[in-house]
């Protein structure tokens, strides 16, 4: 892997919400020696996985069975060696949706993730991926296996989206996944991990009643008092006059008016949502009947 694209995957994880792994580890993209040795390699369960939204989920329209699209932001390291570069595709369905009230700022979006697909185009079903598509599309009868992640959002009625492009979340693996070495290895020349600031907002600012503002007063204007003339008192014979100044006039006095208050804007943006946690959905088998003796 070059030396920049390192330097750039760490700067990547610097800005992390809380949805974000605690086994992050800083690693080029390159397959172990042991690891090109083996036919195939195994990602345990509970394995995290770091991803960004590349399609957002709409407020207005989304529900259960809409595809979830998303990439992965950081590689995926077993045994020292590369398991999922950075760059590989994610696919999933909502499987249930929560949104927010009025009087709960908070959305839960439960997503089974049913495949990767890695940059050489390689694709690995995700247990449950297959099996479980039309459970998945009723958010019914989950199984223990399947990678269920609830997301919780901190966002409002107001906003327009419910996820937006680029919003970070985590994936955990609800059961072992085997990836071929050899496609793992062929695709990590081609790996493209995410830059910042590549996914640009889909918020949509829409139109408000905007509010005029209010008046200032003005000025108030105190007048001077106008000056008197000189008075000149006639002097005797041979003797000049004698000329007593008069006062002078004074200038108005101005006492500033109060500035007006400007109205509020007509265009209105909600604030990106906001993604609070990441879980697995454990589920439990359902128990199964006791045949009639």
Known sequence: MRKFDVIFLSAFLVGLPACRFANALQAPQTASPAQALLPTVTIPTATKIELVLTRPIKAASAKVGDAIYAQTSFPVLVSGGMAIPAGSYVEGTIAALTPPTRKSNRAVIQVLFTKIVFPNGYVIV????????????????????????????????????????????????????????????????????????????????????????????????????????????????????????????????????????????????PSKPLVISCALVVKTPRPQPVAAR
Do not use: H, W
């Open 126 to 269: 995700l247990p449950g991926g297959i099996a479980d598509a039309p459970a998945a599309a009723t958010g019914t009868d989950v199984l223990p296996a399947d990678t269920l992640i609830a997301i919780t959002v901190q966002v409002s009625v107001a906003n327009d989206l419910l996820l937006d492009n680029g919003a970070q979340i985590e994936m955990a693996l609800g059961a072992p996944v085997m990836v071929d070495a050899k496609q793992v290895a062929q695709s990590i020349p081609l790996a493209q991990p995410p830059k910042p600031g590549q996914f640009k907002s889909a918020t949509l600012c829409r139109t408000i009643p905007g509010t005029p503002g209010t008046p200032g007063t003005p000025d108030i204007v105190i007048p001077g008092t106008p000056g008197t003339p000189d008075t000149v008192i006639p002097g005797g014979p041979g003797m000049p006059d004698t000329v007593i100044p008069g006062i002078p006039a004074t200038q108005a006095t101005v006492i500033s008016g109060s500035p007006g208050t400007p109205g509020t804007a007509d265009i209105y943006c």
